[in-house]
T-cell receptor
Framework: DTGVSQDPRHKITKRGQNVTFRCDPI?????LYWYRQTLGQGPEFLTY????????KSRLLSDRFSAERPKGSFSTLEIQRTEQGDSAMYLC???????????????????FGPGTRLTVL | QKEVEQNSGPLSVPEGAIASLNCTYS??????FFWYRQYSGKSPELIMS????GDKEDGRFTAQLNKASQYVSLLIRDSQPSDSATYLC??????????FGSGTKLNVKP
């Protein structure tokens, strides 16, 4: 399977605990995005990476959330001191943006992983 | 005002009919546009992308972009019950982050 993978697929935790999710993008993709999605809503942007650099982080994201992509391949998203409001599906997506050094390309098509469903009790 | 807006539906169409899904966007996100399909409990899957004014066809799907009016639409011809899902519109500005609408739920009745 050469698609985006996420681990774990489901996580149940108690309020106040820390959790960490992992995302493995499509191997040649240089961009990696994290989203959060709650029932009846579209994916909400959290942060994204270009290779190992974190280029943007949502202002909605509290300092309890942190993400890393240390070698420009897989990424981790950690939530510290979880709250019940953190219960959601956490989605990872990756894309390839070629030719950034030489100028813009037409599209940046992202492909999603299966998601990690977090339940905070 | 949200960057990308969609009618939440549900939109109900009979099998074999054309389903028309619409999306409007604000100036700040006017560059590339994407339609995703999401089944309940699953992650979004890409249907198609469009960035130039006009129509783009792929099988039973046609995306339409009108930058002057700031809307994007998706037409599904010969709708099938398996097309029943939530359809997400997304927009990307300047090759940075993506903005998603809240999705339109489509029901195709046999």
């Amino acid at each position: 399977d050469t698609g985006v993978s996420q681990d774990p697929r489901h996580k149940i935790t108690k309020r106040g605990q820390n959790v960490t999710f992992r995302c493995d993008p499509i191997s040649e993709h240089n961009r990696l995005y994290w989203y959060r999605q709650t029932l009846g809503q579209g994916p909400e942007f959290l942060t994204y990476f270009q290779n190992e650099a974190q280029l943007e982080k949502s202002r909605l994201l509290s300092d309890r959330f942190s993400a890393e992509r240390p070698k420009g391949s897989f990424s981790t998203l950690e939530i510290q001191r979880t709250e019940q409001g953190d219960s959601a599906m956490y989605l990872c997506a990756s894309s390839l943006v070629p030719g950034l050094a030489g100028g813009p390309t037409r599209t940046d098509t992202q492909y999603f992983g299966p998601g990690t469903r977090l339940t905070v009790l | 005002q949200k960057e990308v807006e969609q009618n939440s539906g549900p939109l109900s169409v009979p099998e074999g009919a054309i389903a028309s899904l619409n999306c409007t966007y604000s100036d700040r996100v006017s560059q590339s546009f994407f339609w995703y399909r999401q089944y309940s409990g699953k992650s979004p899957e890409l249907i198609m992308s469009i960035y130039s004014n006009g129509d783009k066809e792929d099988g039973r799907f046609t995306a339409q972009l009108n930058k002057a009016s700031q809307y994007v639409s998706l037409l599904i011809r010969d709708s099938q019950p398996s097309d029943s899902a939530t359809y997400l519109c997304a927009a990307q500005y300047n090759f940075n982050k993506f903005y998603f609408g809240s999705g339109t739920k489509l029901n195709v009745k046999p």
